[in-house]
């Protein structure tokens, strides 16, 4: 009685299964040792990135600091202070638009507007100009009155020209 199998199970289909559960157990632990690898290397790329950022804004920092102290002009060195005040600017040219829109559309016929200026601390405009009668000036200075955007219209002066033109000043409050 030789070569007598004792066993219920057959000994191929064991070979099989303890094999094909090694190899699952070979990728599992390969897919863990590389998902650690590169989470590591995440880790150190964030701190590259952070050392690169804190050298930066030292450097940023040192060179703003030297044209300080050198009394160079601060604004030159912040941007952001530049973009703010260009942008204070911006709105300033607007105002001033703004007013002379608003003069260009009281305009009355007959007038001609020589001189324009514009005062932005005391918010008030100067305008000379010359129309063709005393009556085209009193229809502009009302007018500019019946405007909104104006608060007062004072007329500074009024006179006649050689040529027969009036010639006029009047000093405006803007709102």
Not at 100 to 113: A, D, I, K, N, T
Not at 132 to 150: G, I, P, R
């Amino acid at each position: 009685m030789m070569n007598m199998n004792l066993s219920t199970e057959q000994t191929g289909e064991l070979d099989q299964s303890r094999a094909s559960s090694s190899w699952g157990l070979i990728i599992i632990s390969i897919v863990f040792v590389l998902t650690a690898a590169a989470a590591g290397g995440l880790i150190l790329w964030k701190k590259t990135l952070t050392k690169q950022m804190n050298d930066a804004e030292a450097a940023y920092q040192a060179k703003y600091d030297q044209l300080i102290k050198e009394k160079r002009n601060a604004d030159v060195a912040d941007f952001q202070k530049r973009i703010t005040m260009a942008n204070d600017l911006v709105k300033e040219k607007n105002m001033i638009l703004e007013n002379v829109q608003f003069v260009e559309r009281s305009v009355v016929p007959g007038l001609y507007l020589t001189k324009y200026e514009n005062d932005k601390k005391t918010k008030m405009l100067k305008l000379e100009g010359v129309a063709d009668k005393y009556e085209t000036v009193a229809k502009q200075v009302l007018s500019l009155k019946a405007s909104d955007a104006f608060s007062s219209v004072d007329v500074t002066k009024v006179d006649l020209s050689p040529k027969g033109e009036i010639n006029f000043s009047m000093e405006i409050k803007v709102n």
